[in-house]
């Protein structure tokens, strides 16, 4: 057991964050202007001379492993997502590293067909157009994702998809190009087998985008939103399909395992984030004689805030060592845990940040409300916690199944 | 004792509950269309005709005790407070009994001039003009309420106020005529002696509403949002004082039990109606072969929500009956009390509510995160809970005090 | 409403501080030492002084609600049970208003014939025996109560006794005289009315005390222990059914609500003696320069304990009130809420109040640790509180249930 | 980074398993029997047998690093000790892995003269004496060590000691011969280096073993209870000294750091013992028309609990990689760290197992009770966690101070 970083992690880590304290930090400001005053549901402008830089500096699609990325680890890339989640809204996406693109890229490049890859994967990696992935539906519980509804009927050589999604994020931005959409394709297989994943180009006709979608007064302009989409007698030629037809599930467990040490991971740099302002603002505030640091409670708040940190960090640490090792597969619990166990903690944490800011905290004046929003929403996004516990515990549970006499 | 409701609370409470039913639930809707497409920072036209009908129903101003109102004691008008509670955005403000208007109106009536009543008082009762609250200040703690540094310097006939403040709820809105301002107007008094309240007109030369402020992403502009405000060689006369010199905090104590008591209860009812969202969400969607109202967390949930609500309520109409038996003077760990459990309590129950809804929860598709982030932002609002904690602990403690031998 | 004590409750109320701080107080070292060396699961003697000084004070049997005893309402007197909860081992069994006596008194008042109240009540209310309520059972388990299982089965003018049961409490006690046994009468029966209470003598033929059973190492010896059963052929007559065959259950819900109440205010008492421990405790000790009563987190320890206190209380009264006027059925809710509420609140202050008091606080040098058992305990006792959440949940749900259409 | 246990500790992990699989489990009841039945303060004899075998099979003194034990680093060591922890009265002991020996064994094989180590040390690593180690007072704050008050004054070559110690762990055990004493040596030094430990023969005249205290009821007689014991005068050579004097305190460092890793690894063994208890107990009862095990919140609980268990062990393990890396001076947020995450969360899983358990769980047929007695315990010995947390946040506060200007 050894709990040092390898050489290429510490390498890499070095560099980001020379790249985080010269160009990112020093660009927040700006970037929460234009987004503010610019074009609604676009990326503001900085971001591309910051994602040039990234280039430069081999920073750039970080991500994704095997012969199309940089070919790190799920544990190489770990400590990164971390220091990109330190600036959630405009670290990833100058480093081509945001969600959903990422997960969409690592499908792509895993299942993708040639002409697939050429079509979409290229210009994805290039940050010449962005994806988003249509999975949560309005009219069915998301928390059993057998629920899900959205028809996809084979008609000759094309599939007729209807149905409405909605919480696609990224697909307001209008260099959306792509949607990977969950539907189902035959509901006679069994369970498991009835979905799949199949490549909807945004311009298609019967494709319309109704909305954007709101977090806690959030529309998230700046990395295009959440969609609501409808679809109606949408048709894409069969050869748009991901995989087989019946794959869905399998293929969405696929890019689950990395896409969930991702968020985790950044979850955990926003919480790095919300208590070093934390403890830089009960620094600077004074009250009952002295600064605010000197109050028990807020010491109290210090200190748990480090213990989870430091708990969360090394549980998605295991887990994406588990996976790189034995396989998404045998690290289902983990991959479950870490769902369970960081969102939650996160927003424990973000929560007594703001509290220790008074009313700026939940204000447009410091970055807390926006991340708190986001850790919230996490717990709910890709099925609530509880069927997450649910399922865990199960699997707990049968371990110790009563032998029958 | 007592739990009965006495013959006139049973009455207004009869009457309000027809008036929601008919009028207050059936318009939410459009008030949420007209504050989404109306003019910025204006209330919603159709209150106006609920404001109407309210006269006529006998439910305007009832949150107004002595002559001046209904007449109502604290623990007569808390049950009411606690009904319009479920409508948070649309029903205070079409009876009248909205804050920040609500707390001035009563400190005009209780220590006004009868120049201040005539001039201020009477268009603010009859809904004509709107008025804000100015407390907090960007630069202080405002855990600790001495700490506050805008200056009102007398000179001749007029106080000069100089200073910043911000979340001052209300003032966006056009209507909004007049402020009242907390300010210091002695620096050498003894510290609780050193402010004082001042009427100042929103249109006073030197009044410069720089922005509004917004509360997890929300500008609540349908209430007139949460302005900063500059003032900068602010002149109003002397007679705008409110009471005397060095009465600031001695008033603000008066306006504050009261305030209390309509913010926990009206968090009540909106916790009374997150649960009753929760209920009826949990059985329309199924999951795992039933409805969600058959999973066992989900029952826990709903269980540990109805308890605390019944545990928060008891502990305000308690607060409320204290304050009108004995004075909020000896109410005084009560109304602490209250301030500390129940916007906790309820921001609890309103997380749970909005778990249970899933992605809908979080979205502007249902009240709840909005609801959410009122009751957050009260947990810090008007001194954050720790504060309050501290000083009931204190109070608690010196009870106890060893004696000296 | 009214928060204010009537007369009646205001001057017992008195009297019972007076006879806690003369006698109560000033007697807990010896009734500790006494129950350390006297004979296993005794009553020390030091409570035949007390008890007669309670006769003669007028606070024998205030429980007892009727002609039976001194006729107060369960809001009348669930203040003073309270009281009596701050020396729980002494102060009940002092004024003969200790559980499980107190319910199989009111049982007999309630339901028995004339013969069982000659015969068992009357000595029981002159506190000459004791007598215990036998319940639980080790093989079934009793979330779920219907699962009960000791058979009693018509033999003539006899019931026939057999099964197990456990936690008995006060059997152990040698002069406790009298059993009052749930068990299964009529398996054929529909499911709530299968079970039956009735009277076993302890030196009925059969009946084995196996062994005390302990709760967290202690034996609670002073009040007879725990006593695990074995009924083996015991034979009673039919005329020691308490009302008729298949009423167990509707008994067992009558007997229930003042139980509760007496259980919560006890509970309540508990929590006042640990805060007022702690608070003494805190300016004692000295640490980093100061007593442990300016420490930050010890004062949010003291805020949340008092504001728990009060929310539980109220809670606990609310429910009493119910049940005095419109019936325990109807107050259903209140009596699952407290049983949920009071415990938990109750064990969380006792917890921190141990904190305090480091090593003691766990010791036999403080009664906190055997408090914080109790608390414990009753989280378990008579139904886990998950089964009370659950049904109260049910109930609440019920309400929403949607319309069929 | 690599989560994967090295040869050394496999095997070592293998042959501990096989050895409670064989051995340990087996002998559990009869060792509680003699625990019962057997002469107070003294370790049953079953496990004599058990050490036999276990130095047969090599797993004696597995605890200790360097020359006199198996050298195993601390990394090595934690997932043995979790091991043992799994039964937690009867694995240490038999291994000679048991505390508060393994601290005073490293401690004089750490700090030692030669003929201390002869005389104390050589008869400790063969098991045929024990030892305690007093620290704790009655009469002081324990959260502040330099409190401590017991006087050591130098007279010619003897140090006279006076003072009271209790919670003296395993002092009661006839077997234990030789004390460790914390006391001050130099009240005018340095406030921590006026601190000095020190041997005393438990049989040194003045030394006078008052009681065994008691933990919830618990005398935990089975390891040598926890005395109180008085110091009179009690004349020691200064040969006797550990290390110089005014060493007290950075002595205690140097064991504190493994000992809080065999603790915290123990307690996570107690945790999975305690789950997995839970898991068969759920199969095993039926309620509501199925096994517990089908019930939400129980499942909540399952997932809850193996979630945190994971995120202490990989936090104890990471503390014991960077005690064998960068040594103790440097782990001390991370020593802090499982002080404070560890003994809450076993705690928490404790009480939901227990609870699981019905009234099983708080009594003497389960040891799930006794061994949430130990967890609680821990909160407070050796510091009681507000001290850690304060100390870790005032640590961390320190990183982000203003710069001056």
Redesign the interface.
Known sequence: ??????DT?TRLRGQLLDFMAERVYPAETLFEEQARTGEPWTTPSVVERLAADARRRGLWNIFLPGEHGAGLTN?QYAPLAEITGRSPSLAPVALNCAAPDTGNMELLAQFGTEEQRTRWLEPLLDGRIRSAFAM?E?D?????AT?IATRMERDGDEYVINGRK??VTGAMNPRCEILVVLGRTDPQAPRHRQHSQILVPRDTPGVTIRRG???????DGDHGGHAEIDFVDVRVPVGNLIGAAGDGFAIAQARLGPGRVHHCMRLIGMAERA??LM??R???????GGP??D??????????S??RI???R??V??AA??MD?VGNQQAH??IQ?IK??VPQAVEWIVDKA??AH????????SPL??I??RA??I???DG???????S???R??R????VPS
Chains 1, 2, 3, 4 share one sequence.
């Open positions: 057991m050894d709990f040092a970083l390898d992690t544990l949560t309005p069915v519980a998301s928390s059993d629920n909605w919480f979608m709101r977090t806690f007064g959030y529309d208590l070093e403890c830089r009960v620094w600077s505030r004074q009250a009952f605010l640091a109050q028990g409670v807020i010491q109290d708040w210090v200190a748990e480090r213990v430091e708990q969360c090394l549980l640490l295991k060592w588990l090792t619990t983990e845990a369970i166990a703001i509290q008074g009313a700026a905290g939940v204000s447009q004046d409300a926006r708190w929003a919230r929403t717990r709910l996004a609530p916690d509880e069927v997450h516990r649910r865990l515990a199960r707990e549970l371990r110790h199944l009563p």
